[in-house]
């Protein structure tokens, strides 16, 4: 268990959201973060000096293998495309390093995960995959006010997703461009967050039926759709998805979209500011509930909050939220997801092998 603030960490990739990993690491205090791993150094400079003075003295490599033996960190950051994961990890496991965190999507196909996930096991290694949306403050609350039985006997819930950045030949070419071209696309790069974040409220679900189309003729992917998840209780969760409309927020990134979650006893919002409010049933009034929100980062804080709670574990050996055996779950899910929107059919969900 590494001392406070002892704790070295470094980051291979500096594209767009690399920077949000690099800003956690550098306000985390139990964390010291050291390089930035970049082919374009350039690329790696920019970043870092958006974050200055507080970047200053963070040390830029373009060679990951050299960066592995200069800095010899406790924890590595993986934030480069999904297509590198299984590299890197091998590659991070030959140099010693016993935590390594990578974002998702978790590698570049469900077989490299495995694989990646057995060789991190092998080495006792922990992967945790950077799952960032269940550390969205709202949805911590959200899940604290379901367990305290406020709502009493959880029916169902829905998100509708509305973004707003999908139309026309422009969408999305200013932050992430790749996302054109991704012949899977809503559900593989967007709904897995609520994949997994439904997990987190609601435990597992049974089976999955969805529908799936694309509406933007100049992208690749399916970029709207319905997925309903069943529960073995009778409960039902709905993700509806159209990247292509908006919600009512000034940012409407902030929480992507809106939710309901509907009980015998009454019903939770959120709402695109980020606030949850109760209201019982037989109410008109509605009732806030008080959510702690990092104004102006990514999600309301969360990952921050994946961050400090990956440090948090190797500090205090409290519980680890979506290491790489827990999250290939997801993935399983998705695949099911993706299976029924090609066959029209509801697709049972067979437990995971203990």
Request: hydrophobic letters at 40%.
């Amino acid at each position: 268990m590494a001392e406070a603030s002892t704790i070295r960490v470094a980051t291979i990739g500096a594209g767009y959201f690399s920077a949000f990993h690099v800003a956690g690491w550098i306000e985390n205090p139990d964390a010291r973060f050291e390089a930035l791993c970049d082919l374009d150094a350039a690329k790696a400079e920019t970043l870092l000096a958006g974050l200055k003075p507080a970047a200053e003295g963070v040390r830029v490599f373009t060679d990951a293998g050299a960066m592995l033996r200069e800095v010899q960190p406790d924890i590595l950051d993986i934030a480069s495309p999904p297509a590198t994961h299984a590299e890197l990890i091998q590659l991070a496991l030959s140099h010693g390093v016993k935590t390594i965190v990578c974002q998702k999507p978790f590698c570049g196909t469900a077989a490299e995960a495995r694989r990646a996930t057995a060789l991190a096991a092998e080495a006792g290694a922990l992967v945790v995959v950077h799952e960032n949306f269940r550390f969205q403050p709202w949805y911590r609350v959200i899940r604290d006010e379901i367990a305290s039985g406020r709502i009493g006997e959880l029916y169902q819930v829905s998100f509708r997703l509305r973004p707003g950045d999908g139309q026309g030949a422009d969408a999305y070419l200013s932050r992430q461009p790749y996302f054109q071209k991704m012949p899977r696309f809503l559900v593989h790069e967007t709904a897995v967050h609520w994949i997994d974040t439904f997990r987190f409220l609601f435990g597992e679900p049974e089976a999955v039926w969805a529908d799936l189309r694309r509406l933007n003729a100049h992208i690749a992917g399916e970029d709207s759709g319905l997925i309903v998840f069943r529960y073995g209780d009778g409960r039902r969760a709905l993700f509806d998805g159209n990247r292509l409309v908006d919600h009512p927020a000034d940012n409407t990134r902030l929480t992507m979209g809106e939710c309901l979650v509907e009980g015998s006893a009454g019903v939770l919002t959120l709402d695109g500011y980020g606030a949850v409010r109760f209201r019982a049933r037989g109410s008109t009034e509605w009732q806030g509930i008080p959510v702690d929100i990092r104004q102006g980062e990514f999600g309301g804080g969360c990952v921050f909050a994946l961050e400090k709670h990956v440090t948090d574990h190797l500090l205090h050996g409290t519980p680890i939220e979506n290491d790489a055996p827990s999250y290939l779950r997801n993935q399983r899910i998705e695949e099911a997801v993706y299976s029924s929107a090609e066959t029209g059919c509801t697709v049972t969900l067979e437990p995971d092998a203990p």
